[in-house]
C-alpha cells in the first residue's frame, strides 16, 4: 500500500533552485534580535545577517568588522573606535556612530536586561558619540576579553530607526543588520530564508539564497543529507559518521572546537577530599582508550579543562598518564577500603557522554572500588545539584564557549562563591583568577592562566577527559566554507557547483 | 437527554481543566528557562539568573501565573513565548492543522485496509490467509514505529528519492508519516474488526439471514458490518487520543510542523506558555471526541442515557 502511494505522489519538493545554500540547525532561536540569543545555533544565523565592530576568523583571529581600528586610550578606560564608511542597513539607513551607541544602549539597558547577552559586556560604562564615524566606549571596570567579546552575538550592530519604527516583536522576527545575507522569511520551528546582500561591505555573497531548516533529530538531519534536502548538516553525532563517510557525495569536517568535557571531583567530602585519591582516581582511567573507541578518534586529550585552541592553554602541560598499578597503590596507602562507594553524576540524555561514563565505571571497578552511577535531568544536575554542592563524588561537565579564552572556563569554575563552584575556596587560585582579569597585558594574562591551569591540575580539582570535536557533514557541492572551530559559518565566500 | 448533556460537559471541563493545572504545576518542578542558559556558557551569575526570571515573570509564585494564564484564555489569547515573543496561538494555528491531517490521514489509512482484511481473516478463520494476517499484525504490533519511519526514508527517499525526507512540501510529504501511523494502527485494528465480526457471525440473525438464501456479499457488508460498526467505531474514537500522542515521535523523526514537534521543543525548552497552550487544546480536542463519542452512545443506546 505504501508502495503503491509513493508511487502515485510523485511531487517531493527536492529540487534546489542553483545557487541556493540549506543549512540544518538542531533549534529555532526563535528570537533573531543579537540581544535575546540564548543558544549557540543563533551564532550560524546572526553572524550572517549582522556585524560586529570587530570580526573574529575561522582561525580565530581578531580583524576590523564595522569598525576600522580601535585604539586603548586613559589607561585602558576608554576605547576609542573608528567606524567603517559607507555601510549602509539592509533597510537602507546608513551605519554611523548613533547606531553603535543606540544598539549599546540598548544591550546594556532595560532591553538587554531581559536577556543573557548583557552579562558579558557589563564592563562597558557608558558610549560616546564623537563624530559621525568616531564612537569611544568607556570601561567602568577591566575586561580582558572585552575586544573578542565585542566579535560575539550580543555585540552586533542593529538598525536604530527600524527596530524603533517597527518594535521589539516584529524586529525579533524580522531581523535587519548590515551582514552579508538580508532576511527574507521566517516560519517559526520549520525554516528561515535569506537573499544574499549584494552590496555587501565586504564583497556580495556567491550564493543567492541561504535557507536554514530547523531539525532537531540528528538521524534525520543526516538523511536529509543523504537524499539531498539539505547542504550541510550541523547535528551528527558519533554513531551515524560512517553512514556518511560511505557516501560518496558528502564529506566529513570533524575539527578542534570549542568544548571540553571533565569530571569535576567534590572536593569537600568523602574520599574525593584528598587530593592524592583525586589523581588516582584520573590515573585508573584510561581516557586516551575512550577518545579512541568511544569517540572513534573524534577528540584529543587534555591536561585542563579547555580545548587546545583556548588562550592559557599551555601545550606543555601534559595530562596525567593512565597507570593502574600506581593509583591502586595510592588508594591503598591513602586508606581507601576496597569496595569502598564512588558515585557520578551525569546528564543522562547524552547517549555518547552515558557510554563514557559506563567505561569510566568500569575503569574504576578496576581498581576495586564500588562505583554508582546516577544520571539525571540537565535541568536538575545544573540547576540544583551542582550549585547546591549536592553531587557525589564525581559529577560531569562540559565547558566551553565561544570565547576560547581560558577565563571563562576558569574564573566561573574555580573562583570562590561562584554558582558552578560549591565546595572550593583557596585563596592562591582566587588571587590569580582576579590578577589576570585585571590586566590588559595579554603575555602577562597567559603566563597567569598558565599558572592556574598547572595549579588546578596539582590540586587534581576535576579529571580533565577530552576536548571534543566539532563535527558536521556537508555535500561536496559546496566548497569554500572554511572550517570555523566556534561554528559559527560565515557563508559570504561560499560557492556551489 | 439535556441533564445527560450538562453532566457530560461540565465533567469534560473539570477534566479540562485539571489537566492544564497539573501540566503547568509539574513542568514548574522540572525546571526553569533560564537553564537554557546554564547548558550553553558564558558569564551568567545568580543575578542574572534571578533579572531574567522576573522579565520572563517566572519568580512569581504559581498560582499568580496560573490565573494570569487561565485569564488569557478566557479572552482567547494562551500568551506570547518566552523567546521570541512570538503569539502561541499563531504557533497553534500552524500546526494544529499539519497534526489534524496526518491524524486523519493515517486513521483513514488504517480503516480502509484493516475493515476489509479483518473481515475477510474472519469469514476464512483458521485459513492460510487468516494465519496470515494474524502473523502480519502481530508483526505490526511487535515493532516501534520510529523503526518503520526510518526504514521508510532509508527506502524511498535516501535510496529512490521518490519522496522528500522530512519536513512539509505538500501532498508528498504526507505519504511516509502517514503510513507509518497508519499502518501501526492498521496493525491493532484488524484484529479488532476480525474479532468483532467473529462474534457477528455467531448470532441468530446471521444464520437467518444464510438460511433465507440471500447471497454471501450481502450478508456479510449489509448485516454484519453494519453491526460490528458500532464496537468498531468507538474504538476508534477512543483511538484517537492514542494516536495524537504517537504522533509525536512520528512527527519528530519526519521533522513535521506539528503538535508535537512544538510540545517536544517547548518542553525541552521550558517554554510554559507554549506547554500550556498545547496541552490545553489538545486536551480539549481529546474530551470533545470523547464527548461526542459518549453522546452518541446516548443516542444510540437508551440504557446509557438512564444511568
Request: proline share 5%.
Given at each position: 500500500?505504501?508502495?503503491?502511494?509513493?508511487?502515485?505522489?510523485?511531487?517531493?519538493?527536492?529540487?534546489?533552485?542553483?545557487?541556493?545554500?540549506?543549512?540544518?540547525?538542531?533549534?529555532?532561536?526563535?528570537?533573531?534580535?543579537?540581544?535575546?540569543?540564548?543558544?549557540?545555533?543563533?551564532?550560524?544565523?546572526?553572524?550572517?545577517?549582522?556585524?560586529?565592530?570587530?570580526?573574529?576568523t575561522p582561525d580565530l583571529k581578531l580583524q576590523p568588522g564595522l569598525a576600522l581600528s580601535w585604539e586603548m586610550l586613559d589607561d585602558n578606560t576608554r576605547i576609542r573606535f573608528k567606524l567603517r564608511p559607507n555601510v549602509t542597513f539592509h533597510d537602507g539607513e546608513p551605519f554611523n556612530a548613533d547606531a553603535v551607541k543606540y544598539s549599546f544602549d540598548r544591550l546594556l539597558g532595560e532591553e538587554g536586561g531581559k536577556?543573557?547577552?548583557?552579562?558579558?559586556?557589563?564592563?562597558?560604562?557608558?558610549?560616546?558619540?564623537?563624530?559621525?564615524?568616531?564612537?569611544?566606549?568607556?570601561?567602568?571596570?577591566?575586561?580582558?576579553?572585552?575586544?573578542?567579546?565585542?566579535?560575539?552575538?550580543?555585540?552586533?550592530?542593529?538598525?536604530?530607526?527600524?527596530?524603533?519604527?517597527?518594535?521589539?516583536?516584529?524586529?525579533?522576527?524580522?531581523?535587519?543588520?548590515?551582514?552579508?545575507?538580508?532576511?527574507?522569511?521566517?516560519?517559526?520551528?520549520?525554516?528561515?530564508?535569506?537573499?544574499?546582500?549584494?552590496?555587501?561591505?565586504?564583497?556580495?555573497?556567491?550564493?543567492?539564497?541561504?535557507?536554514?531548516?530547523?531539525?532537531?533529530?540528528?538521524?534525520?538531519?543526516?538523511?536529509?543529507?543523504?537524499?539531498?534536502?539539505?547542504?550541510?548538516?550541523?547535528?551528527?553525532?558519533?554513531?551515524?559518521?560512517?553512514?556518511?563517510?560511505?557516501?560518496?557525495?558528502?564529506?566529513?569536517?570533524?575539527?578542534?572546537?570549542?568544548?571540553?568535557?571533565?569530571?569535576?571531583?567534590?572536593?569537600?567530602?568523602?574520599?574525593?577530599?584528598?587530593?592524592?585519591?583525586?589523581?588516582?582516581?584520573?590515573?585508573?582511567?584510561?581516557?586516551?582508550?575512550?577518545?579512541?573507541?568511544?569517540?572513534?578518534?573524534?577528540?584529543?586529550?587534555?591536561?585542563?579543562?579547555?580545548?587546545?585552541?583556548?588562550?592559557?592553554?599551555?601545550?606543555?602541560?601534559?595530562?596525567?598518564?593512565?597507570?593502574?598499578?600506581?593509583?591502586?597503590?595510592?588508594?591503598?596507602?591513602?586508606?581507601?577500603?576496597?569496595?569502598?562507594?564512588?558515585?557520578?553524576?551525569?546528564?543522562?540524555?547524552?547517549?555518547?557522554?552515558?557510554?563514557?561514563?559506563?567505561?569510566?565505571?568500569?575503569?574504576?571497578?578496576?581498581?576495586?572500588?564500588?562505583?554508582?552511577?546516577?544520571?539525571?535531568?540537565?535541568?536538575?544536575?545544573?540547576?540544583?545539584?551542582?550549585?547546591?554542592?549536592?553531587?557525589?563524588?564525581?559529577?560531569?561537565?562540559?565547558?566551553?564557549?565561544?570565547?576560547?579564552?581560558?577565563?571563562?572556563?576558569?574564573?566561573?569554575?574555580?573562583?570562590?562563591?561562584?554558582?558552578?563552584?560549591?565546595?572550593?575556596?583557596?585563596?592562591?587560585?582566587?588571587?590569580?583568577?582576579?590578577?589576570?582579569?585585571?590586566?590588559?597585558?595579554?603575555?602577562?594574562?597567559?603566563?597567569?592562566?598558565?599558572?592556574?591551569?598547572?595549579?588546578?591540575?596539582?590540586?587534581?580539582?576535576?579529571?580533565?577527559?577530552?576536548?571534543?570535536?566539532?563535527?558536521?557533514?556537508?555535500?561536496?557541492?559546496?566548497?569554500?566554507?572554511?572550517?570555523?572551530?566556534?561554528?559559527?559559518?560565515?557563508?559570504?565566500?561560499?560557492?556551489?557547483? | 437527554?439535556?441533564?445527560?448533556?450538562?453532566?457530560?460537559?461540565?465533567?469534560?471541563?473539570?477534566?479540562?481543566?485539571?489537566?492544564?493545572?497539573?501540566?503547568?504545576?509539574?513542568?514548574?518542578?522540572?525546571?526553569?528557562?533560564?537553564?537554557?542558559?546554564?547548558?550553553?556558557?558564558?558569564?551568567?551569575?545568580?543575578?542574572?539568573?534571578?533579572?531574567?526570571?522576573?522579565?520572563?515573570?517566572?519568580?512569581?509564585?504559581?498560582?499568580?501565573?496560573?490565573?494570569?494564564?487561565?485569564?488569557?484564555?478566557?479572552?482567547?489569547?494562551?500568551?506570547?513565548?518566552?523567546?521570541?515573543?512570538?503569539?502561541?496561538?499563531?504557533?497553534?494555528?500552524?500546526?494544529?492543522?499539519?497534526?489534524?491531517?496526518?491524524?486523519?490521514?493515517?486513521?483513514?489509512?488504517?480503516?480502509?485496509?484493516?475493515?476489509?482484511?479483518?473481515?475477510?481473516?474472519?469469514?476464512?478463520?483458521?485459513?492460510?490467509?487468516?494465519?496470515?494476517?494474524?502473523?502480519?499484525?502481530?508483526?505490526?504490533?511487535?515493532?516501534?514505529?520510529?523503526?518503520?519511519?526510518?526504514?521508510?526514508?532509508?527506502?524511498?527517499?535516501?535510496?529512490?528519492?521518490?519522496?522528500?525526507?522530512?519536513?512539509?512540501?505538500?501532498?508528498?510529504?504526507?505519504?511516509?508519516?502517514?503510513?507509518?501511523?497508519?499502518?501501526?494502527?492498521?496493525?491493532?485494528?484488524?484484529?479488532?474488526?476480525?474479532?468483532?465480526?467473529?462474534?457477528?457471525?455467531?448470532?441468530?440473525?446471521?444464520?437467518?439471514?444464510?438460511?433465507?438464501?440471500?447471497?454471501?456479499?450481502?450478508?456479510?457488508?449489509?448485516?454484519?458490518?453494519?453491526?460490528?460498526?458500532?464496537p468498531i467505531l468507538t474504538y476508534v474514537g477512543l483511538q484517537f487520543g492514542d494516536l495524537i500522542g504517537g504522533v509525536v515521535i512520528v512527527e519528530k523523526v519526519f521533522n513535521w510542523p506539528g503538535m508535537g514537534s512544538l510540545a517536544f521543543d517547548a518542553i525541552s525548552a521550558r517554554d510554559y506558555p507554549v506547554i500550556q497552550g498545547v496541552v490545553l487544546v489538545l486536551a480539549t480536542l481529546i474530551v470533545l471526541?470523547?464527548?461526542?463519542?459518549d453522546i452518541a452512545y446516548g443516542l444510540v443506546d437508551p440504557r446509557v442515557r438512564l444511568r
Amino acid at each position: 500500500m505504501a508502495l503503491a502511494l509513493g508511487g502515485a505522489l510523485l511531487a517531493p519538493g527536492l529540487a534546489q533552485a542553483a545557487g541556493t545554500l540549506t543549512v540544518a540547525l538542531a533549534s529555532d532561536a526563535e528570537s533573531w534580535d543579537p540581544i535575546d540569543t540564548f543558544i549557540l545555533d543563533w551564532g550560524r544565523v546572526g553572524s550572517n545577517i549582522y556585524d560586529g565592530l570587530i570580526q573574529r576568523t575561522p582561525d580565530l583571529k581578531l580583524q576590523p568588522g564595522l569598525a576600522l581600528s580601535w585604539e586603548m586610550l586613559d589607561d585602558n578606560t576608554r576605547i576609542r573606535f573608528k567606524l567603517r564608511p559607507n555601510v549602509t542597513f539592509h533597510d537602507g539607513e546608513p551605519f554611523n556612530a548613533d547606531a553603535v551607541k543606540y544598539s549599546f544602549d540598548r544591550l546594556l539597558g532595560e532591553e538587554g536586561g531581559k536577556g543573557p547577552q548583557q552579562a558579558n559586556y557589563t564592563a562597558i560604562k557608558s558610549v560616546e558619540v564623537i563624530d559621525d564615524m568616531t564612537v569611544d566606549f568607556h570601561l567602568g571596570s577591566p575586561d580582558p576579553v572585552l575586544l573578542t567579546k565585542l566579535a560575539g552575538y550580543g555585540a552586533m550592530i542593529v538598525p536604530p530607526k527600524y527596530v524603533e519604527e517597527h518594535g521589539e516583536e516584529y524586529f525579533n522576527a524580522h531581523p535587519c543588520g548590515t551582514g552579508p545575507f538580508k532576511f527574507v522569511e521566517y516560519t517559526p520551528k520549520v525554516s528561515l530564508t535569506l537573499e544574499a546582500n549584494p552590496d555587501y561591505w565586504d564583497g556580495a555573497p556567491k550564493v543567492d539564497k541561504l535557507v536554514y531548516r530547523f531539525i532537531a533529530e540528528a538521524a534525520t538531519q543526516v538523511a536529509e543529507l543523504q537524499s539531498g534536502g539539505i547542504d550541510i548538516a550541523t547535528l551528527v553525532p558519533i554513531s551515524l559518521l560512517d553512514t556518511i563517510k560511505a557516501d560518496s557525495n558528502l564529506t566529513v569536517e570533524s575539527i578542534t572546537g570549542p568544548n571540553a568535557v571533565a569530571l569535576r571531583f567534590n572536593t569537600k567530602d568523602g574520599i574525593t577530599k584528598d587530593p592524592k585519591v583525586r589523581k588516582a582516581l584520573i590515573e585508573a582511567v584510561d581516557r586516551e582508550a575512550i577518545i579512541e573507541q568511544i569517540l572513534q578518534g573524534n577528540g584529543k586529550p587534555i591536561a585542563s579543562f579547555q580545548s587546545s585552541l583556548s588562550f592559557g592553554n599551555d601545550p606543555d602541560l601534559k595530562p596525567i598518564p593512565y597507570d593502574p598499578d600506581a593509583a591502586q597503590a595510592a588508594l591503598t596507602e591513602a586508606g581507601v577500603a576496597p569496595g569502598s562507594k564512588v558515585e557520578l553524576d551525569f546528564v543522562g540524555s547524552d547517549a555518547t557522554f552515558r557510554e563514557v561514563a559506563q567505561t569510566v565505571a568500569a575503569f574504576l571497578q578496576g581498581i576495586g572500588l564500588d562505583p554508582q552511577l546516577k544520571s539525571y535531568e540537565t535541568n536538575v544536575l545544573f540547576k540544583d545539584v551542582i550549585p547546591n554542592g549536592k553531587t557525589g563524588d564525581l559529577f560531569q561537565m562540559t565547558w566551553g564557549g565561544w570565547t576560547f579564552d581560558y577565563d571563562n572556563t576558569a574564573y566561573l569554575l574555580y573562583h570562590s562563591g561562584q554558582y558552578w563552584n560549591p565546595y572550593d575556596k583557596d585563596q592562591t587560585l582566587d588571587d590569580m583568577l582576579e590578577k589576570q582579569r585585571n590586566t590588559y597585558d595579554q603575555d602577562a594574562r597567559q603566563t597567569i592562566l598558565r599558572q592556574i591551569a598547572d595549579y588546578v591540575a596539582d590540586q587534581a580539582i576535576e579529571m580533565p577527559l577530552y576536548n571534543l570535536n566539532t563535527i558536521y557533514a556537508m555535500n561536496k557541492r559546496v566548497h569554500d566554507l572554511p572550517p570555523t572551530p566556534d561554528i559559527r559559518f560565515r557563508f559570504n565566500g561560499v560557492t556551489l557547483d | 437527554m439535556t441533564g445527560f448533556l450538562l453532566r457530560r460537559i461540565g465533567l469534560a471541563v473539570f477534566v479540562i481543566l485539571a489537566v492544564t493545572v497539573l501540566v503547568a504545576y509539574s513542568v514548574r518542578l522540572s525546571g526553569d528557562p533560564t537553564a537554557m542558559l546554564l547548558t550553553g556558557s558564558g558569564n551568567i551569575t545568580q543575578a542574572d539568573i534571578d533579572r531574567i526570571r522576573a522579565a520572563l515573570g517566572v519568580d512569581r509564585p504559581f498560582v499568580a501565573q496560573y490565573l494570569d494564564f487561565l485569564g488569557g484564555v478566557l479572552h482567547g489569547d494562551l500568551g506570547l513565548t518566552f523567546f521570541g515573543k512570538t503569539s502561541v496561538n499563531a504557533l497553534i494555528a500552524q500546526a494544529l492543522p499539519a497534526t489534524l491531517l496526518l491524524a486523519f490521514l493515517s486513521l483513514g489509512l488504517s480503516l480502509l485496509i484493516s475493515i476489509p482484511l479483518g473481515i475477510h481473516a474472519a469469514v476464512h478463520r483458521g485459513s492460510w490467509s487468516d494465519q496470515t494476517v494474524r502473523l502480519l499484525s502481530l508483526v505490526g504490533l511487535s515493532f516501534p514505529n520510529f523503526w518503520l519511519a526510518m526504514m521508510f526514508v532509508l527506502i524511498f527517499a535516501i535510496t529512490l528519492h521518490w519522496l522528500p525526507t522530512s519536513g512539509f512540501f505538500g501532498a508528498s510529504s504526507l505519504v511516509m508519516p502517514a503510513a507509518t501511523l497508519g499502518l501501526i494502527l492498521c496493525a491493532i485494528n484488524v484484529r479488532l474488526v476480525r474479532g468483532a465480526m467473529l462474534e457477528t457471525l455467531s448470532t441468530q440473525y446471521i444464520l437467518v439471514a444464510r438460511s433465507k438464501g440471500l447471497a454471501e456479499r450481502l450478508v456479510l457488508y449489509k448485516h454484519a458490518l453494519r453491526n460490528c460498526l458500532i464496537p468498531i467505531l468507538t474504538y476508534v474514537g477512543l483511538q484517537f487520543g492514542d494516536l495524537i500522542g504517537g504522533v509525536v515521535i512520528v512527527e519528530k523523526v519526519f521533522n513535521w510542523p506539528g503538535m508535537g514537534s512544538l510540545a517536544f521543543d517547548a518542553i525541552s525548552a521550558r517554554d510554559y506558555p507554549v506547554i500550556q497552550g498545547v496541552v490545553l487544546v489538545l486536551a480539549t480536542l481529546i474530551v470533545l471526541v470523547n464527548l461526542a463519542v459518549d453522546i452518541a452512545y446516548g443516542l444510540v443506546d437508551p440504557r446509557v442515557r438512564l444511568r
